[in-house]
């Protein structure tokens, strides 16, 4: 849903952005004393770039759950 949210945001260019934070973070991450502070920027960028996505995810299916039915949104 991320990708999704940044390409329809800021279109190619946003998409892109959040694919390279997104690729980053599971690449380099926190994995050794070089690349610690490059590794622990790119983590939290993509924390921040995920941060709106997941909560409106959310609430997206508490919506459909409560739409569908034998669903329940609670």
């Known amino acids: 849903v991320s990708a999704l949210f940044w390409y329809a945001l800021a279109g190619l260019?946003?998409?892109?952005?959040f694919k390279v934070?997104?690729?980053?973070d599971s690449m380099v991450g926190y994995r050794n004393d070089r690349y610690l502070l490059f590794g622990r920027f790119s983590a939290r960028t993509?924390?921040?770039?995920?941060?709106?996505p997941a909560r409106m995810t959310w609430i997206l299916i508490a919506i459909c759950s409560a739409v569908l039915p034998g669903c329940s949104a609670r």
């Open 46 to 52: 993509d924390d921040v770039l995920n941060w709106l």
């Open 13 to 17: 260019p946003g998409l892109v952005v």
């Open 21 to 24: 934070y997104s690729t980053l």
